[in-house]
């Protein structure tokens, strides 16, 4: 008996538990042999990407856990340098102690703070705008904005290279009819406009500066066509708050636009702060309806306290022009010396992102991983983050970085692309 006991011990231990269990069979059904076999072409096509692991604050210069020296960073959106500002961190600190951590709600029930209120007249005061309704980042903006006050009588127009967010705010608003304009081609907006008469609301929707290819809008003349055909305009501003314009309010002033703009949506998760959180600005009619309709806001915690009091610092350090006049003088610096060393750029000279032409997918990852040997941080990107045969290493400036900085990264461009015959 004794021994009969022991071996059903023993076969009781090398038992798999119940979640083993349904992992292996998770793993061996149909739908995980479709995704290994994804994952499998994913790897063959060179476009597999891993998550490098940074071990300090976001900044000029970072420290990752493959190396023992802090490498320059050259990919995040961390424009003006804020990401690890002392008065941010201090700012949100106090907010902290005064405010608490979180809201534990969505904005219409409990969650609205004075600091909330505060918040959004900054940037409608910072936009020129009549009033601004906070989100948890820009992609709820984007996913809020269509749906809420677009019906199957409206029509969207979008250029072809907008961001994900707006294509899939867009494909949310599914009763609307949806055109798709080519990438900054005037022509073929206003021929979209013509086909989209008979819609009773027509919008318009783009960019700012897009982020994959660091252009700008030509939004005086998008306006153009706007006030032509009587439609209304969206811009992302995501990659231009801060910093684009005399002023750093973006596209819409670079381009002297900023009282014929409907709409702005814009976030708070790069130029300014780099944590998370977005907004919509514009018309005082359409933000009150999104108050009332926009599901990301009904339905998402508002923006955390901390977030809010740093929010409100970052708007006083616009006041003043240093850093995106620093970052101003840095991006035309790269752009000329990378020119001039025989690399095919993309974008405005005035745009901090500086897309490095390559082509191939995994030259543009083997480009950044020799990068990463010489200290200088930066990611190749390939399909489907931007189109099939145009991968590129996506150069980011910012106001942290140094003339050393800057230095130290065209030289490696140089002495790896010479190395891989991407320049003679």
Do not use: W
Not at 163 to 189: P, T
Not at 276 to 288: K, N
């Amino acid at each position: 008996k004794k021994k009969k006991k022991k071996k059903k011990k023993k076969k009781k231990k090398t038992q798999p538990s119940g979640e083993k269990k349904a992992m292996s069979k998770a793993r061996d059904d149909t739908c995980g042999k479709v995704l290994q076999q994804l994952l499998k072409e994913i790897h063959e096509a060179g476009t597999y990407k891993s998550e490098r692991i940074i071990t300090t604050p976001q900044r000029g210069s970072i420290g990752v856990s493959t190396s023992k020296q802090e490498v320059i960073n050259f990919c995040a959106n961390n424009y003006l340098g804020l990401s690890d500002n002392p008065e941010l961190i201090a700012a949100a600190k106090d907010c902290m102690d005064k405010r608490g951590f979180g809201m534990s709600s969505v904005r219409f029930i409990c969650g609205t703070q004075d600091i909330h209120k505060e918040l959004e007249q900054k940037i409608s005061e910072f936009h020129h705008t009549e009033d601004t309704i906070l989100y948890s980042s820009c992609f709820d903006a984007n996913a809020g904005l269509f749906e809420a006050f677009l019906t199957d009588q409206d029509a969207i127009i979008s250029d072809q290279l907008n961001h994900a967010s707006i294509i899939d705010g867009v494909r949310l608003c599914s009763r609307a009819s949806r055109y798709r304009y080519n990438h900054r081609d005037m022509a073929d907006l206003e021929a979209k406009l013509k086909e989209a008469q008979k819609s009773r609301i027509r919008c318009v929707c783009t960019d700012g500066v897009f982020s994959m290819d660091g252009t700008i809008a030509p939004l005086r003349e998008i306006c153009d066509l706007c006030q032509k055909y009587d439609a209304i305009l969206m811009v992302d501003e995501s990659h231009a708050a801060g910093f684009l314009g005399a002023t750093g309010r973006g596209a819409a002033e670079h381009c002297g636009v900023m009282d014929r703009v409907d709409v702005i949506n814009s976030t708070l998760g790069k130029a300014l702060g780099g944590a998370s959180g977005g907004y919509t600005t514009g018309r005082r009619d359409i933000v009150e309806v999104l108050r009332q309709r926009a599901r990301p806001y009904l339905f998402s915690n508002s923006v955390p306290p901390p977030l809010v009091g740093a929010y409100l610092k970052v708007f006083d350090l616009l006041s003043s022009t240093e850093l995106r006049d620093r970052l101003e003088r840095n991006t035309l610096y790269f752009r000329r010396k990378m020119t001039e060393a025989g690399f095919k750029l993309r974008g405005d000279d005035k745009a901090p992102i500086a897309p490095v032409m390559l082509g191939d997918a995994r030259l543009a990852t083997q480009f950044a991983d020799e990068m990463l040997s010489l200290g200088i941080y930066v990611i190749g990107f390939s399909y489907p983050v931007v189109p099939k045969g145009e991968a590129r290493i996506r150069v980011q400036l910012s106001a942290a970085h140094t003339q050393e900085h800057l230095d130290q990264c065209i030289n490696a461009f140089i002495s790896i692309g010479k190395k891989l015959k991407v320049i003679p």
